[in-house]
């Protein structure tokens, strides 16, 4: 058996010069079944990424894989429709490469960091993401004008290189509360609650049950039954991580304008207001409050049942073992 990372069939945007836009994959395959990659290669005659003909697609829908019955839908298609073939987990080359790795991520299909999306901020290119559709930015003034001489309005929600999420995917056992904070490539788990400022970028999310108040950025992975308090912060490699990959463990509690520079274990609270970097120098505590020594908060990165608290008095970042696991709100969770 050979192995493929991943295929799908989708519909997408072009501009006005034949350049895509954005691309729909309503049911990508990750490790898809051998027979079903050699009956696309055929099609696509070596190439990873191709704009599919009628006949090319009525091969597709008579070939007997398991992309026949989309392949049979899509002929009714009046907007292009696109197939792409990754041989192998390698960084995005064009638009539906990289919007089939989104998909990816945001159908469960590969976890965070589990598929390569190495410049793909190159790869993409901004889109403004009105009522009417993806629509390049440099064509936008002149839709509008023409809208606007028929009576119609167009409404631009965002100029942004990723969608939001639930334009494309919608998890089975979430809650969003504000669907244009959680962006397409975010990998939210069965369970988790995301509320009006809670922010999920590509490539990070929650394993399963969590209440998201706060920012989980991109590369971040969240632990079952965890939550982020409102206003807090989790460091991705985007914002000054380095090569430092964040992470919260399971029944951890980042308290509101909280978070983490470094990657938490498990049952690991930060207090309200506190952000520790790798950096931040930490005063560790024996359990009669007596100072036992002074070490960079990178040192107790990974580590479980730790608070982290700011000593009122004296300023000082101050850590110790935490034996209480935080419980959540069985009601608030409930999906």
């Known amino acids: 058996m050979t192995f493929h990372h991943a295929l799908g069939l989708g519909i997408g945007t072009l501009n006005s010069k034949g350049q895509w836009l954005e691309v729909f994959f309503p049911a990508p395959q990750a490790s898809p079944k051998d027979e079903t990659v050699q009956g696309l290669a055929a099609i696509l005659g070596g190439e990873t990424t191709a704009q599919l003909t009628k006949d090319q697609l009525s091969t597709l829908a008579a070939s007997g894989t398991d992309l026949a019955e989309l392949a049979t839908k899509l002929q009714g298609s009046s907007k292009p429709v696109v197939a792409v073939l990754l041989k192998e987990n390698a960084a995005p080359k064009t638009v539906p490469e990289a919007y089939l790795k989104l998909h990816l991520l945001s159908h469960r299909l590969v976890r965070p960091h589990g598929t390569v999306l190495d410049g793909i901020f190159g790869v993409l290119p901004n889109v403004a993401w009105t009522s009417q559709g993806a629509i390049d930015p440099e064509e936008l003034e002149d839709i509008q004008l023409e809208a606007r001489m028929k009576g119609e309005f167009i409404s631009v929600d965002c100029v942004d290189k990723f969608p939001k999420m639930t334009n494309y995917v919608v998890p089975k056992g979430v809650r969003i509360a504000h669907t244009a904070r959680v962006r397409l490539g975010a990998y939210l788990g069965a369970g988790t609650t995301v509320m009006h400022e809670g922010f999920v970028n590509f490539n990070g999310?929650?394993?399963?049950?969590?209440?998201?108040?706060?920012?989980?950025?991109?590369?971040?992975?969240?632990?079952?039954?965890?939550?982020?308090?409102?206003?807090?912060?989790?460091?991705?490699?985007?914002?000054?991580?380095?090569?430092?990959?964040?992470?919260?463990?399971?029944?951890?509690?980042?308290?509101?304008?909280?978070?983490?520079?470094?990657?938490?274990?498990?049952?690991?609270?930060?207090e309200a207001g506190l952000y520790v970097t790798a950096g931040t120098k930490v005063v560790l505590l024996d359990d009669k409050n007596q100072e036992v020594k002074r070490v960079k908060a990178r040192d107790l990165a990974g580590k479980s049942d730790l608070l982290f608290r700011r000593n009122s008095l004296t300023g000082a970042v101050e850590c110790k073992t935490n034996k209480n696991a935080v419980a959540l709100n069985e009601e608030l969770h409930a999906n």
Do not use: F, Q, W, Y
Request: charged residues 15%.
């Open 205 to 270: 999310g929650t394993v399963g049950k969590s209440m998201i108040e706060g920012r989980i950025s991109a590369g971040v992975m969240v632990g079952e039954n965890s939550d982020l308090g409102g206003g807090c912060s989790t460091m991705g490699t985007l914002s000054g991580g380095g090569n430092m990959v964040i992470s919260v463990g399971e029944k951890c509690l980042i308290g509101a304008n909280g978070g983490t520079g470094i990657p938490l274990g498990d049952r690991c609270t930060v």
